[in-house]
């Protein structure tokens, strides 16, 4: 496989469409997976992202974007809404400038063919999060989306400290302490929750769940977590705790 296909986007939207429709037969609101499993909880998905980070090449080859994305975007939600049609579509997660990207999917059309935005509001500051939404939400206004929500479905910090390779000095303003990660998170799940009406903002997502810590070439990757590996087993970091906290507050 070429590095050049990895994230290369679908030879043929139908086909995409057609796969998804199976899956939302499956495990959407009146799907198999709940009727065969009757012991299992159910908890169908009722929101379906499509596709992630479209406006990087190493998730979508074809730059720019805007036109073929936009184009899996109509053939999906036709397929999607045949199988449920109260099932949402939401955007594929935008990182970097995101309200210059969402602009270009409504010049390409898209504008009918999702339900809710998705940003990835990477930045070193509680601050600039607030700032990027706010710019979304212009560009979706400009869009004539004003209404419509939007998701963080991928944010946080890095708690690697100083513990980063040369390679990574150009995130180090995104490195903290695990102390100081615990306290960016408070800090930022609080003023998200007081702009969640003004922003119209459905959704935030930490990234991530787990990092494992295994040396120090990607604090990204490696030092997000809310839990890491330590001493033989996955141990929770402050962050979590924080997080608790900070939902239980919101609620």
Do not use: C
């Not at 935030?204 to 001493?231: C, I, M, Q």
């Amino acid at each position: 496989i070429k590095a050049s296909d990895i994230g290369s986007p679908p030879r043929d939207p139908a086909e995409f469409a057609a796969f998804m429709k199976q899956l939302v037969k499956r495990y959407g609101s009146k799907g198999t997976f709940w009727s065969s499993h009757r012991s299992v909880p159910k908890v169908p998905i009722t929101a379906w992202q499509i596709w992630n980070e479209v406006n990087l090449s190493g998730y979508w080859s074809t730059q720019p974007f805007a036109k073929s994305y936009v184009s899996l975007l109509k053939a999906t939600r036709k397929s999607v809404k045949a199988a449920d049609p109260h099932a949402k579509i939401v955007l594929a997660g935008l990182p970097n400038d995101s309200w210059t990207q969402l602009s270009t999917i409504y010049a390409a059309g898209g504008r009918r063919y999702f339900d809710a935005a998705a940003v990835h509001p990477y930045t070193a500051s509680v601050s600039n999060v607030l700032k990027i939404v706010a710019l979304d939400r212009k560009a979706m206004a400009k869009g004539h989306d004003a209404t419509k929500p939007i998701y963080l479905t991928e944010m946080g910090f890095s708690s690697a400290g100083k513990r980063i390779s040369a390679a990574q000095k150009d995130h180090v303003t995104w490195n903290t302490t695990e102390s100081g990660q615990a306290k960016q998170l408070g800090k930022l799940y609080r003023a998200l929750a007081s702009k969640r009406r003004s922003l119209r903002i459905a959704g935030a997502f930490w990234y991530s769940w787990y990092t494992p810590e295994v040396n120090t070439h990607h604090s990204w990757d490696e030092y997000t977590g809310l839990r890491r590996y330590g001493k033989g087993k996955i141990v929770s970091k402050p962050a979590l705790a924080a997080l608790k906290k900070a939902a239980k507050a919101i609620e």
